[in-house]
Every structure is written in C-alpha cells, then in structure tokens.
C-alpha cells in the first residue's frame, strides 16, 4: 500500500526541476543521500506560501535541498547555509551558478556551532536543520531565538535513527514552538515559533 501511494504520487507530480534531477543523479553516483524529493517538495511549498525570503540552512552539502528552496523564494529571498566541507559546497556552488540562484545564497563554510551564537541575522522566515543528530538539541537552542514570530524550524532525519529519540522528546516540548514531526523522508520535524 505505502509503495503504491508512494508511486501514485511520484507520477502524479510534475517532474522536479532539470538541476534537482542532474543532482540526484550525482548523489547517487557518489553514493551521498539527499532529503527524499518528497521534502524537497514540502520545503518548496512551504517557502511558496510564507513567501519566506530570509532562510538559514545547516548543512548544505551538494546543495539539494538549498536549491528546492531557492528556486521557490521570491525575488528579494536569500539563503544563510553552513557546511564545513568545502569540497562539496564548491559542488553545490557550481548548481546555485547554472540555476541563477549563486547570488541569493550564502555559503558559509564554517562549523554552524562556531558561527551561529555570532550569527548577526535575524527575523528567520525558515531555519531547516539537515546535520549530525548528535547536536540537534544545540541547533534547536541557537536557531529558534533566530525565528520570528511565526517562523518555522525544520529538522530533517527525526525518524531514521534511534539516536533522535531523547531529542523528539525535546523538540516537541519546547515551549517556544507549537511542533509535530511527520512521517515524510526520514522524519520531519516542524516547528512554528509561538512566541
């Protein structure tokens, strides 16, 4: 039954965006998992609705998610995202440059942790978190006080691995955030800023 729902859904959306194809098809080649589609597609809607024009991203890796959520923003929108790995994000710069997004996004390769208690931005329309779940509650400390009011913070993988059990708990407590996390990719937690 999931696989049919699974299928009947893949065929009935529109083929993603040439460069998000070229991209999977790259991943796959260098053995590298992306977000499932599926999420890439929420997070398009989801920056398609609040017309969300001030996103962070934590982890950037080849820029998968990153382009989803560019290519959905509105003129003005720009993207903060963190990725130390250098190798990659110069990957993924060379997709943001093909899509005419490179000027939009800013790639900080630098440890999130080391950058985000500095991190001069504010007023986040969507912070989405896809990094090592070891430190997600750091994240979730440093990234919601980035939000505002009504902006959300994402969390890919809260489903994948028992090492996120202790941190759901956490993510959906926390009192700053009217939270849910659903079954989509590996998990995905989603978290409005209430107040």
């Not at 390769?109 to 329309?125: G, I, K, S, T």
Request: a negative charge.
């Amino acid at each position: 039954m999931v696989d049919d729902v699974s299928s009947y859904l893949e065929d009935a959306h529109p083929a993603p965006h040439p460069l998000l194809l070229e991209l999977e098809q790259y991943g796959r080649k260098e053995d590298v998992s992306f977000v499932a589609r599926p999420v890439g597609r929420l997070l398009s809607t989801l920056v398609h609705a609040m017309q969300a024009n001030r996103i962070l991203e934590v982890g950037t890796a080849y820029g998968y998610a990153t382009l989803w959520m560019a290519l959905a923003q509105p003129p003005a929108g720009r993207i903060w995202t963190f990725d130390p790995d250098i190798e990659r994000t110069d990957i993924a710069r060379t997709y943001f440059e093909r899509a005419g997004e490179d000027d939009y996004i800013e790639i900080v390769n630098q440890p999130a942790l080391d950058v985000l208690p500095l991190f001069p931005q504010r007023n986040m329309d969507i912070v989405f978190i896809d990094a090592p779940k070891s430190v997600y509650e750091a994240y979730l400390e440093y990234c919601v006080p980035l939000l505002k009011l009504s902006g959300l913070i994402i969390f890919n993988g809260l489903l994948s691995t028992g090492e996120t059990g202790e941190f759901n708990t956490t993510f959906l407590r926390q009192p700053n955030l009217d939270s849910t996390i659903i079954p989509l990719g590996g998990g995905l937690g989603i978290g409005a800023r209430k107040r």
